[in-house]
C-alpha cells in the first residue's frame, strides 16, 4: 500500500499519531477528541487513505456508541423515569467514549493503513531497535498468510480424511475435532522452526556490530525537529493539564475548609 | 590474522579473538519460533471459525513459546502478537498488549513449574492465566470503552447486567472471566496435547536454549 505518507519518515507521522492519542485521552472532554478525531480523519483524506482509515474507525466506535446507549436506555438510574429512552447524560458519556476510542482508532489507523509495517521496522532499527525485534515483527508479519494457507490446507486434508466439522456434530464433536485440526498445524509450524534456527545461525544473525542499511530512510533535519517540536508540544500538554488538576485538588480542598 | 609464537619448542598459533555474539533475551530457536507462534495466533482463528467453537484459541502460540521458552520469550511473544495483529486487523488491539503480556509471563511460570506434564496441570494452569487475563482485560475494557467491547463479549455483558442487576463494571469482569475461563485451559490443553506428540529431542533442545 503506498499513500502520502510514503514521502516522510515512518517515525514522524508515527510521533505525531502518538501524541494525538495521548491528548485526545489527557485534553478536556469531549471537545479534544473529537477535534483529534477530525484531525486524523483529515491527515487521512490528504494522505489518500481516508475511506480506509473511516472504516476502521467506524467498525469500532459505532457498536461501542450502540451498546453503551442500549445499556443506558435498558438499565437506566434509579432516578430516570422511562426505560427504553436513552438518558442525556448517558448519551453524552457514550458519546464522549466512542470519541476518545474512535480519536485514539483513527489516529493509529493512519499508521496502520498508511505506513508500511517493514518500513517503519526499518525506521525504528536505524534509530536503534535491536536486530532481533526487528526481525521479530517483520518475520512475524510475513508467517501470518503462510499460515493462514496451511490452516486451510490442514482443515481440507482433515475433512477428506473424515474428520466431522461444522453444523450438526454438536459442541463435544467439534471440540474432539480439535487436536485433529489444530495438532498438525502447531507441530508443523515448531518443526519448521528449528530449520529456520540452523538458517539464522548459518547466516550469522548473532553477528555484534552496526550494520548497513540495504536501503536507507532519509530523515532529514527538518523532521527530526518536527518529531522534537511534537515530543515538546506533548509535554507541555500533559504538565498543564497536570497543573489543572492539581489546581482543582487544592480549590476543592479550600472550598471544604 | 594468525600470528606465530614459539613455546616450549611447540608452535602456537594464536588467531585474533573471534567477536562473541550480541548479547539478547532470547535464544536463536525461541527467535525462530515466536514468528510462527504469532502467526498461529492469528491462524487459529481459521480453525475456529470452521469449527464454530464459543471460543478465540488467540493464545495458543504464546502459550507454547512461553512453555517451551520460558515466561521471557511468552512476554515477547505476546507483546509481538498484539502489535501485529494492531496492525493486520484493528489498533483497538494494541490496548490489550499488557493482557498478552500477563498470559505470556503466567504461562512461563506454569511452564517453568512443570504445569504441562499432566493433563489436569495444564486445566489448571488455564484457569489462573484465564482469571488473571480477563481481569487485566477488564480493567482495559473499563478504562477505555466504558465496559463494553464491540463484540460477542459486550453482549454478554449487557445479558449479565440485565439478569444479575449488578453494575457495569463488576459485569464486564464476569463476562471476561466466563469468555477467559472457557478459552484458556482450552489452549493450554490444546497445548499439552502438542507437547505430547512433538519429537522430545526437539524439547530437549527448546530446554536447553531457555536454561
Given at each position: 500500500?503506498?499513500?502520502?505518507?510514503?514521502?516522510?519518515?515512518?517515525?514522524?507521522?508515527?510521533?505525531?499519531?502518538?501524541?494525538?492519542?495521548?491528548?485526545?485521552?489527557?485534553?478536556?472532554?469531549?471537545?479534544?477528541?473529537?477535534?483529534?478525531?477530525?484531525?486524523?480523519?483529515?491527515?487521512?483524506?490528504?494522505?489518500?487513505?481516508?475511506?480506509?482509515?473511516?472504516?476502521?474507525?467506524?467498525?469500532?466506535?459505532?457498536?461501542?456508541?450502540?451498546?453503551?446507549?442500549?445499556?443506558?436506555?435498558?438499565?437506566?438510574e434509579?432516578?430516570?423515569?422511562?426505560?427504553w429512552?436513552?438518558?442525556?447524560?448517558?448519551?453524552?458519556?457514550?458519546?464522549?467514549?466512542?470519541?476518545?476510542?474512535?480519536?485514539?482508532?483513527?489516529?493509529?489507523?493512519?499508521?496502520?493503513?498508511?505506513?508500511?509495517?517493514?518500513?517503519?521496522?526499518?525506521a525504528?532499527?536505524?534509530?536503534?531497535?535491536?536486530?532481533?525485534?526487528?526481525?521479530?515483527?517483520?518475520?512475524?508479519?510475513?508467517?501470518?498468510?503462510?499460515?493462514?494457507?496451511?490452516?486451510?490446507?490442514?482443515?481440507?486434508?482433515?475433512?477428506?480424511?473424515?474428520?466431522?466439522?461444522?453444523?450438526?456434530?454438536?459442541?463435544?464433536?467439534?471440540?474432539?475435532?480439535?487436536?485433529?485440526?489444530?495438532?498438525?498445524?502447531?507441530v508443523?509450524?515448531?518443526?519448521?522452526?528449528?530449520?529456520?534456527?540452523?538458517?539464522?545461525?548459518?547466516?550469522?544473525?548473532?553477528?555484534?556490530?552496526?550494520?548497513?542499511?540495504?536501503?536507507?530512510?532519509?530523515?532529514?533535519?527538518?523532521?527530526?525537529?518536527?518529531?522534537?517540536?511534537?515530543?515538546?508540544?506533548?509535554?507541555?500538554?500533559?504538565?498543564?493539564?497536570?497543573?489543572?488538576?492539581?489546581?482543582?485538588?487544592?480549590?476543592?480542598?479550600?472550598?471544604?475548609? | 590474522?594468525?600470528?606465530?609464537?614459539?613455546?616450549?619448542?611447540?608452535?602456537?598459533?594464536?588467531?585474533?579473538?573471534?567477536?562473541?555474539?550480541?548479547?539478547?533475551?532470547?535464544?536463536?530457536?525461541?527467535?525462530?519460533?515466536?514468528?510462527?507462534?504469532?502467526?498461529?495466533?492469528?491462524?487459529?482463528?481459521?480453525?475456529?471459525?470452521?469449527?464454530?467453537?464459543?471460543?478465540?484459541?488467540?493464545s495458543?502460540?504464546?502459550?507454547?513459546?512461553?512453555?517451551?521458552?520460558?515466561?521471557?520469550?511468552?512476554?515477547?511473544?505476546?507483546?509481538?502478537?498484539?502489535?501485529?495483529?494492531?496492525?493486520?486487523?484493528?489498533?483497538?488491539?494494541?490496548?490489550?498488549?499488557?493482557?498478552?503480556?500477563?498470559?505470556?509471563?503466567?504461562?512461563?511460570?506454569?511452564?517453568?513449574?512443570?504445569?504441562?506434564?499432566?493433563?489436569?496441570?495444564s486445566?489448571?494452569?488455564?484457569?489462573?492465566?484465564?482469571?488473571?487475563a480477563?481481569?487485566?482485560?477488564?480493567?482495559?475494557?473499563?478504562?477505555l470503552?466504558?465496559?463494553?467491547?464491540?463484540?460477542?463479549?459486550?453482549?454478554?455483558?449487557?445479558?449479565?447486567?440485565?439478569?444479575?442487576?449488578?453494575?457495569?463494571?463488576?459485569?464486564?469482569?464476569?463476562?471476561?472471566?466466563?469468555?477467559?475461563?472457557?478459552?484458556?485451559?482450552?489452549?493450554?490443553?490444546?497445548?499439552?496435547?502438542?507437547?505430547?506428540?512433538?519429537?522430545?529431542?526437539?524439547?530437549?533442545?527448546?530446554?536447553?536454549a531457555?536454561?
Amino acid at each position: 500500500m503506498t499513500s502520502a505518507l510514503d514521502r516522510w519518515n515512518p517515525l514522524t507521522p508515527l510521533a505525531a499519531a502518538i501524541a494525538l492519542v495521548l491528548v485526545a485521552f489527557a485534553g478536556p472532554q469531549p471537545w479534544t477528541p473529537a477535534a483529534v478525531l477530525a484531525l486524523s480523519l483529515a491527515i487521512a483524506l490528504a494522505s489518500g487513505i481516508g475511506g480506509k482509515v473511516t472504516v476502521l474507525t467506524l467498525l469500532v466506535v459505532v457498536p461501542t456508541f450502540a451498546l453503551l446507549v442500549l445499556l443506558d436506555a435498558a438499565f437506566p438510574e434509579p432516578a430516570a423515569e422511562t426505560r427504553w429512552i436513552p438518558s442525556r447524560a448517558g448519551t453524552l458519556d457514550a458519546l464522549a467514549i466512542s470519541l476518545r476510542l474512535g480519536a485514539a482508532i483513527a489516529a493509529l489507523g493512519v499508521i496502520v493503513v498508511g505506513v508500511a509495517p517493514r518500513r517503519l521496522t526499518r525506521a525504528l532499527a536505524a534509530r536503534g531497535l535491536p536486530a532481533w525485534a526487528a526481525y521479530l515483527v517483520i518475520a512475524s508479519l510475513e508467517a501470518v498468510p503462510d499460515a493462514r494457507r496451511r490452516a486451510e490446507d490442514v482443515l481440507d486434508a482433515q475433512r477428506c480424511r473424515g474428520v466431522a466439522v461444522g453444523k450438526g456434530t454438536g459442541v463435544r464433536g467439534r471440540l474432539r475435532a480439535l487436536p485433529a485440526l489444530a495438532g498438525p498445524l502447531i507441530v508443523g509450524l515448531v518443526i519448521e522452526s528449528e530449520e529456520r534456527a540452523l538458517a539464522l545461525d548459518a547466516r550469522a544473525f548473532d553477528a555484534r556490530g552496526k550494520r548497513t542499511a540495504l536501503a536507507p530512510i532519509a530523515d532529514p533535519i527538518g523532521e527530526i525537529w518536527a518529531r522534537r517540536v511534537i515530543w515538546l508540544a506533548l509535554a507541555a500538554a500533559i504538565a498543564w493539564r497536570f497543573w489543572e488538576f492539581a489546581h482543582s485538588l487544592v480549590i476543592a480542598q479550600v472550598s471544604r475548609s | 590474522m594468525a600470528m606465530g609464537v614459539v613455546r616450549n619448542a611447540l608452535r602456537v598459533v594464536c588467531y585474533p579473538p573471534v567477536p562473541l555474539p550480541a548479547r539478547r533475551p532470547l535464544s536463536t530457536l525461541a527467535l525462530a519460533l515466536i514468528p510462527r507462534a504469532v502467526a498461529l495466533n492469528l491462524a487459529l482463528g481459521a480453525v475456529v471459525g470452521a469449527l464454530k467453537l464459543p471460543v478465540y484459541l488467540d493464545s495458543v502460540g504464546t502459550i507454547l513459546v512461553a512453555v517451551l521458552a520460558g515466561p521471557w520469550a511468552g512476554i515477547v511473544t505476546g507483546i509481538v502478537s498484539n502489535s501485529v495483529l494492531g496492525l493486520l486487523v484493528s489498533p483497538a488491539l494494541f490496548a490489550f498488549i499488557p493482557v498478552a503480556i500477563v498470559i505470556g509471563w503466567l504461562a512461563g511460570v506454569a511452564g517453568t513449574l512443570g504445569a504441562f506434564r499432566s493433563l489436569a496441570g495444564s486445566i489448571a494452569a488455564g484457569l489462573v492465566i484465564g482469571v488473571a487475563a480477563a481481569l487485566a482485560s477488564a480493567v482495559i475494557v473499563i478504562a477505555l470503552m466504558g465496559g463494553l467491547t464491540a463484540s460477542g463479549t459486550g453482549l454478554l455483558t449487557i445479558a449479565i447486567r440485565a439478569t444479575f442487576g449488578v453494575s457495569v463494571d463488576s459485569a464486564a469482569k464476569i463476562a471476561a472471566v466466563v469468555t477467559d475461563a472457557l478459552d484458556k485451559p482450552l489452549s493450554c490443553v490444546l497445548v499439552y496435547l502438542v507437547l505430547e506428540r512433538l519429537p522430545r529431542r526437539l524439547g530437549a533442545r527448546f530446554r536447553r536454549a531457555a536454561a
